[in-house]
């Protein structure tokens, strides 16, 4: 079974549109972050959650942890053409903070 | 705004050959990290490094690979001999403390003949 399960794996949206990726684990998340990759480019840190119930906003991109601290939502509001790429989620899930596990990605287009 | 930076951007080697990849962390940071994205798959663990020592390595971490802060600001990756399967690309991070945002390079695409 898959550690950090994302979904979904693409997405396909029209401008101004609102949208939501899930990542979700079986296991308790210590630290929950969230990425922007374009392919075959570097990760764009995005947003951190550590705390149950924790939320946090930039711009149009809101980042929640659930209380139980296994499932992270990212939410942007209006997408726009450049919030275009693939959202990656990693975690910390052996409580160490010295490594993260990520998920398989999603994929999201915005259509103009 | 201080980033990571890596070089090469892009490294071509035969099979069997050795390589070096180097990485300059964020000139605060303590924290630095290798992970690999084999391509199609997902974002992996390799190291993380402290204090000039290995704190957590992965099962890919094994004997063909080393890692070095040969100074005080470069941070090296080292496949001694590659092996086809190696090809990925390999991404550097640093974070400032342990429980801080890591933060990545752009990757350095290896791809072996």
């Known amino acids: 079974s898959q550690e950090l399960e994302q979904s979904p794996q693409s997405l396909i949206v029209q401008e101004g549109k609102n949208l939501t990726i899930n990542c979700t684990s079986s296991?308790?998340?210590?630290?929950l972050y969230w990425y922007k990759q374009k392919y075959g480019e570097g990760l764009i840190f995005l947003m951190m959650?550590?705390?149950?119930?924790e939320e946090k906003s930039h711009e149009k991109i809101t980042a929640k942890l659930d209380e139980k601290k296994q499932q992270s939502s990212l939410h942007i509001t209006a997408s726009q053409p450049s919030h275009a790429g693939i959202y990656l989620c990693?975690?910390?899930?052996?409580?160490?903070?010295?490594?993260?596990?990520f998920g398989s990605g999603t994929q999201l287009t915005v259509l103009p | 705004e201080p980033e990571v930076t890596q070089t090469p951007s892009h490294q071509v080697t035969q099979m069997g050959q050795e390589v070096i990849l180097r990485c300059v962390p964020i000139?605060?940071?303590?924290?630095f990290y290798w992970y690999r994205q084999i391509l199609g798959q997902k974002v992996e663990f390799l190291v993380s490094?402290?204090?000039?020592?290995?704190?957590?390595k992965s099962e890919i971490f094994d004997d063909q690979f080393s890692v070095e802060r040969p100074d005080g600001s470069n941070f090296t990756l080292k496949i001694r001999s590659t092996k086809l399967e190696d090809s990925a690309m390999y991404f550097c991070?640093?974070?400032?403390?342990?429980?801080?945002?890591?933060?990545f390079g752009p990757g350095t695409r290896l791809t072996v003949l």
């Open positions: 000139s605060n940071h303590l924290y």
């Open positions: 959650l550590q705390k149950g119930g």
């Open positions: 490094f402290y204090n000039n020592e290995i704190s957590e």
């Open positions: 990693g975690a910390d899930i052996s409580g160490s903070a010295r490594q993260l596990t």
């Open positions: 296991k308790t998340l210590y630290g």
């Open positions: 991070a640093s974070s400032r403390l342990v429980n801080n945002e890591q933060f």
